[in-house]
């Protein structure tokens, strides 16, 4: 799958929430066929659309009384208010500088801590249906306050009858209907925008399918279980002892309920917590990427999702990556492609960088300049690896990739962007642990990366 990247130019970002306002509106329009659908999608278009006019009816009374700047919080209440897949479409927008105006990403970041959790009673229910027995059957405790929960589960603490301690993952009632219905009406509404002449700068056709190819790996927690299991697979084919995922406990494992084995220690980017353990952040980190990048050189896998809550300093000594749902394949020929990409990134060749892209079929070659290519890649890469990195600013750097991509039609396959996505992940716990630490640069992390790739070629 392939979805084509690109920016808001600084005119657009001004206009850029039209869009999506217009989207809604259509939406209003729509209610009529909804009433002829007659089924759990037909409903949730009308809910939809009730809970669309209801914003568009908020936004307009605020514009009547001057608050021309209230568009982004009444949309992020208006997802709330629709439920978990536009929570889930709400952190995406949170995560993407770049690709929305920032207005919305930071309006749109409190939807990481604002899921509101469902009732025990479901998760007890939930439980039973998917083990085949009562909870206090299978746990000696549970805890009934979650330890997290979000747009697709919700976790919490427990401890099995043979005194091991786990979490347990449930996934939300009736999420995948939901899940369904709600994906209907995301694609009707990014066909609406893709017809508007300012699509081709955030692309919302391939937005939604990224999105919908995301969600439906998070629906699975078998899926989940396996990746990682395969993680601490290859973290032993490598000797990688002090890297680990949590290991899903035999049996209780099923399409909605995950129990795993439950890790303690600090968020990588806990910096005042980390210091007052004494411990060493930067080596955390350098271990962790170290780990990430075996995977995805040598053997085409890797975690798709490194935000900070799912990147852990273990108490142990370890390092604990969180949260298999979203994972990056490649075959063999892409994987290779993806390293000479980062090899070239890395030393500042962005003559080969232009070459890498037209390889992996990100431009088409009769239609690239590689010489002005390779001048572009320089102007929107070059601060990501300079010296003084703790000045760049994200919301500067990367719309300057993204107008870069559109400059040239570049259209990046989508689980080469999940890399690029994590490499920017961890240059921010970079910046947190070890300010003088440039991840893109590093010779210990270059020096890694080459003899990886010099492993994978050989292979």
Known sequence: MQCLVGVHSSSAAASASLPVWLAIVAL???????AVLGSRAGQRVLATTWVGAKAVAGWAALLVR??????????RR???????????LGQLV???????PERYCQEFRKCLDRVRPFAFAEVERILHAELGRKADEVFASIDSTPLASASIAQVHAARLRDGRDVVVKVQRPRIGEIVEADLG?????????????????????GIVEDFEANIREELDFRREAANMAEFNRIMVEHGQTRVVAPASMAGLCTQRVLVMERFFGFRVDDVEKLRGAHVDGEERLLLGMRAWFQCMILHGFFHGDVHAGNLMALDDGRVGFLDF???GRFERERRLQVTDYLM?????????????MVAMGSIERDKVDLDKLAKDLAVAYEPLLATEISAVKYADVIPAIMRTAIKHGMRMPRDFVLVVKQMLYFDRYAKLLAPNLNVFRDPRI????AMDVMMARAS
Do not use: C, W
Not at 185 to 205: D, F, Q, T, W, Y
Not at 344 to 356: C, I, M, N, R
């Open 28 to 34: 209003v329009a729509l209610a009529a066929l909804a």
């Open 66 to 75: 001057g608050k021309r700047r209230m568009g982004p919080p009444v949309l």
């Open 78 to 88: 208006a997802f709330e208010d629709l439920g978990p897949t536009y929570i889930k």
């Open 94 to 100: 949170a995560s993407s500088q770049g690709l929305f």
């Open 185 to 205: 009406v995301l694609h009707l509404a990014s066909r609406i925008l893709g017809a508007l002449p300012i699509s081709e700068l955030a692309n919302p056709v």
């Open 325 to 327: 749902g979203i994972v």
């Open 344 to 356: 070239a990134f890395s030393t500042g060749d962005f003559h080969k960088l232009a070459e890498v």
């Open 446 to 449: 270059v020096s890694a990366l």
